[in-house]
């Protein structure tokens, strides 16, 4: 299903087991921040809930999907090697999605 003519957009929402909130928000701002010094990847943030409560969503913008995959990879062969990954510290299985994004509805100039 490769497709050149949109961007990917990958959204995930997830949740924290009890008392390791802290730890998991760490991990998945390295996650983004090694996605964001990816080549293919055009944004990634990740962001809590307005009520702070131990839920999170992350979101990221790729070129393509070959561009989602080298991410994925070199997230999994980089850190969930070397920290053992944040399955652990999930409250339950994320909500995963993988969007198209025609570019020309993406402004990613300063307003």
């Not at 995930?12 to 964001?36: F, I, K, P, T, W």
Request: charged residues 35%; proline residues 5%; glycine residues 6%.
């Amino acid at each position: 299903m490769k497709s050149k003519k949109s961007d990917w957009m990958e959204t995930v929402v997830c949740s924290a087991r009890r008392g390791v909130d802290a730890r998991l928000e760490r991990m998945l701002e390295a996650r983004q921040e090694m996605r964001r010094r990816t080549d293919g990847c055009i944004r990634a943030w990740v962001a809590r809930s307005m009520d702070n409560q131990p839920m999170f969503l992350l979101q990221a913008i790729y070129e393509d999907e070959d561009a989602w995959h080298n991410c994925a990879k070199r997230i999994a062969d980089e850190l969930d090697s070397r920290d053992g990954g944040i399955d652990s510290l999930l409250g339950g299985p994320p909500l995963v999605g993988i969007f198209a994004l025609d570019p020309k509805d993406l402004d990613l100039e300063p307003p």
